[in-house]
C-alpha cells in the first residue's frame, strides 16, 4: 500500500481583482472566448482544492489545501507568498494561463534560479518536474500540438519572494472539455 501523501499546500491563483498590487497586475491574458485569465486561475485552483479534498476524505491523502485568494481580489506577491509562509506551506504552486502572440501552445513550469537566494532548489524542480509531466500528458491527450515547454529556472513574478513552481498554461490547451462541470472552463475551451 502507497504511503499517505500528507503535507501543507498552498495554491496561488495568479492575478485577480482590477488594480495592479504589489507587483500583481489584476489581469494578464485573455482567451479566445473572452474568459480572463485571472478567473482561470482561480477556477482551476477550486478545482485542484476540491480534488484533493475528496482524496482526503477517501482516506488516500492527508493534505491541507489553501488558496491564496479565494474571490476576485487582488493580493500583492510578497502578501501571496506570506500566506504559504505563514501556514508554513511545504508547497506554494503559483497557477497562470499566458496568451503570448495566440501561437504558442503549451505549458512550462518555472523555478527560482539558485541565483535569486533559493535554499531547495533541487526540491524545487523535482516537484516542477512532476507537476509538468503531469499537466503537459493530460493536455497532450486533449491538444496534441501542444509543445513541452519544460522546467526552467527563470525569474518570474515572484523572483524576489519564496515559491515552490510557477504554472503557466496557454489557454488552448486547458483539459476541461470532457472532465469538468466548470462553466468558465468550458467556455474556455469553446466546449
Ligand atoms: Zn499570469
Not at 492527508?62 to 506551506?89: E, P
Not at 524576489?160 to 490547451?173: D, E, K, Q
Amino acid at each position: 500500500m502507497p504511503a499517505l501523501a500528507k503535507g501543507i499546500v498552498v495554491l496561488d491563483p495568479g492575478h485577480g481583482g482590477f488594480d495592479p498590487v504589489g507587483g500583481s497586475s489584476p489581469n494578464n491574458a485573455v482567451s479566445f472566448s473572452g474568459v480572463l485569465e485571472k478567473a482561470m486561475t482561480l477556477e482551476m485552483s477550486k478545482l485542484i482544492r476540491a480534488a484533493i479534498e475528496s482524496s482526503n476524505q477517501a482516506g488516500s491523502a492527508d493534505i491541507q489545501v489553501m488558496l491564496t485568494r479565494d474571490s476576485d481580489v487582488n493580493l500583492g506577491l510578497s502578501a501571496r507568498a506570506t500566506v504559504a509562509k505563514s501556514n508554513a506551506a511545504d508547497i506554494l504552486l503559483s497557477l497562470h494561463f499566458n496568451g503570448f502572440d495566440k501561437q504558442v501552445r503549451g505549458t512550462e513550469t518555472l523555478v527560482r534560479p539558485i541565483a535569486d537566494g533559493t535554499v531547495n532548489h533541487a526540491d524545487d524542480r523535482a516537484f516542477a518536474q512532476r507537476i509538468q509531466k503531469a499537466v503537459f500528458e493530460t493536455i497532450k491527450g486533449f491538444d496534441a500540438g501542444a509543445n513541452d515547454r519544460g522546467v526552467k529556472d527563470q525569474n518570474s513574478a515572484f523572483s524576489t519572494t519564496p515559491f515552490s513552481a510557477t504554472l503557466r498554461t496557454t489557454p488552448s490547451a486547458v483539459p476541461a472539455c470532457s472532465r469538468s462541470s466548470s462553466s468558465t472552463l468550458r467556455r474556455l475551451t469553446s466546449c
